[in-house]
C-alpha cells in the first residue's frame, strides 16, 4: 500500500533557529497537506498543497509540493515555543483515501 | 477555533457499558470521517460517510458502529469495547468527497475502556 515517509522523527532546537521537515513517497499524490497537533487536541491544518511545485506560505511556515508529486517539505522559520508539537504530513491521491506521515515532534529551547 | 464540534471531550466507560460520541459540522461539508488515534501516531482512518452514505469501512470491529443521521451530524456508538480501544478518537469533515481536499479535524474525544 501507499506509505509516506517523514523525517526526521524528532527535533530538538533552540528558539530562534529555523527547522525543516519532509516526506517521501514512492508513489504519486494529488494533494499535499501539512498538519499540527497539540497534546490532547485535534490536528490543525496548517497548508494545503494542490499542484506540482507549488510554494505556499503562511506566515512563517512554507511548504512545498514537489516536482516529481512523490515529496513535500515544510520550513519553520525564527521557532518560537508555542511551535512545540506533532507536525503530520498527509497525501492524498486517487485511492479516495488520505495517507499520514508518522509525525515530526518539535520541541523549542526558550 | 475549530468548526468541527465534538462531544464529550472525555469519556470513560466499561467493557460493558454503551455509549455514543458526537460530531457536528456546519460547514457544509459533504464528507465526514471517524479516526482513532494513539499517543505520539498519526490518525488511522475507520470510517468515511460521503453525501450521508458509509462509503468506507476500514475493517473496524462490529463493536464501533458509525452512524450519519443528516449531513451535519456524524455518530459512533460504542458497545462491548476493549481496554485497547482506549484513544483519542477524531471527527473530521471535508468539502469535497474522500478522494481529496482539505480535512479539518475536531478536537477529538479520549476515550477510556476501563
Known amino acids: 500500500g501507499q506509505q509516506l515517509n517523514q523525517s526526521p522523527q524528532s527535533m530538538f532546537i533552540q528558539e530562534g533557529e529555523d527547522v525543516s521537515m519532509n516526506c517521501t513517497s514512492s508513489?504519486?499524490?494529488?494533494?499535499w497537506l501539512w498538519y499540527k497537533q497539540d497534546p490532547g487536541e485535534g490536528p490543525v491544518l496548517l497548508i494545503a498543497?494542490?499542484?506540482?511545485?507549488e510554494l505556499t506560505s503562511n506566515g512563517r511556515l512554507t511548504a512545498q509540493f514537489g516536482i516529481t508529486r512523490k515529496d513535500s517539505f515544510l520550513n519553520i522559520s525564527a521557532s518560537i515555543p508555542s511551535d512545540v508539537g506533532i507536525y503530520f504530513c498527509?497525501?492524498?491521491?486517487?485511492?479516495?483515501?488520505?495517507?499520514f506521515g508518522q509525525g515530526t515532534t518539535l520541541q523549542v529551547k526558550p | 477555533d475549530t468548526e468541527v464540534t465534538q462531544t464529550p471531550k472525555h469519556l470513560v466507560m466499561g467493557m460493558t457499558n454503551k455509549k455514543s460520541l458526537k460530531c457536528e459540522q456546519h460547514m457544509g461539508h459533504r464528507a465526514m470521517y471517524w479516526y482513532k488515534q494513539k499517543a505520539k501516531k498519526p490518525p488511522e482512518l475507520m470510517f468515511v460517510y460521503s453525501y450521508e452514505k458509509l462509503s468506507i469501512n476500514e475493517s473496524v470491529p462490529s463493536r464501533f458502529s458509525p452512524e450519519c443521521p443528516n449531513s451535519s451530524l456524524l455518530n459512533l456508538h460504542l458497545h462491548a469495547l476493549q481496554p485497547e480501544d482506549s484513544a483519542l478518537y477524531l471527527c473530521?469533515?471535508?468539502?469535497?468527497?474522500?478522494?481529496?481536499?482539505?480535512?479539518?479535524f475536531g478536537e477529538g474525544s479520549r476515550l477510556t475502556v476501563l
Open positions: 508513489s504519486i499524490f494529488n494533494t
Open positions: 473530521a469533515s471535508s468539502q469535497r468527497g474522500p478522494d481529496g481536499g482539505e480535512l479539518f
Open positions: 498527509a497525501g492524498s491521491s486517487n485511492t479516495g483515501k488520505l495517507i
Open positions: 498543497l494542490y499542484k506540482a511545485g
